[in-house]
């Protein structure tokens, strides 16, 4: 009788050791499937996939550039001299040709502009304190959007030569 006891006492410790090994095999899946969950990389936007930068396999850490994602949507920046912003509105008519597309005239239209000259974005800015100051006209980027129903602007890819020509007189749509 007192072996029974005795086994009973056993079984009654072992089976909490047993509830806890269950819970840390659960915990285990559970880390298991986050785990999982990290394997999956997603682009931020759609778009084509340019320079590839990584192999199968390769173990990478967040914030690691995998690739290059060229966006669906595709848009032209011109850089204006500050002294050919006058006159210029948002909604402005633009026509531009592309040297890629033998000089094709295409249409789109102010969308917006940078809100400061480049040279307030440059990694080294430059120092008027020296006495020897030069006026340099300096460029703003104009954001022009494509109008759509273009055939031509299906083959526009991002760094191609670009010539814009802003009518300042026709009135902004």
Do not use: C
């Amino acid at each position: 009788m007192e072996v029974a006891r005795q086994n009973l006492a056993v079984i009654v410790g072992s089976r909490a050791s047993l509830a806890a090994a269950v819970e840390g095999a659960e915990a285990a899946v559970q880390l298991a499937e986050i785990d999982m969950q990290n394997t999956a990389i997603v682009a931020p936007r759609d778009g084509r996939v340019g320079e590839v930068g990584v192999r199968l396999g390769q173990y990478v850490t967040a914030g690691t550039q995998l690739t290059a994602i060229v966006p669906s949507e595709v848009w032209i920046v011109a850089n204006y001299k500050e002294t050919q912003l006058n006159g210029m509105k948002v909604g402005q008519r633009v026509r531009f040709t592309v040297d890629a597309l033998d000089h094709q005239a295409l249409m789109g239209h102010i969308e917006r502009f940078s809100p400061a000259a480049g040279s307030e974005f440059s990694v080294i800015k430059a120092d008027n304190a020296t006495g020897n100051f030069t006026k340099v006209a300096q460029r703003v980027a104009v954001r022009i959007s494509i109008d759509p129903g273009q055939e031509a602007a299906a083959r526009l890819v991002p760094g191609l030569s670009v010539v814009t020509y802003v009518d300042k007189d026709a009135p902004e749509e």
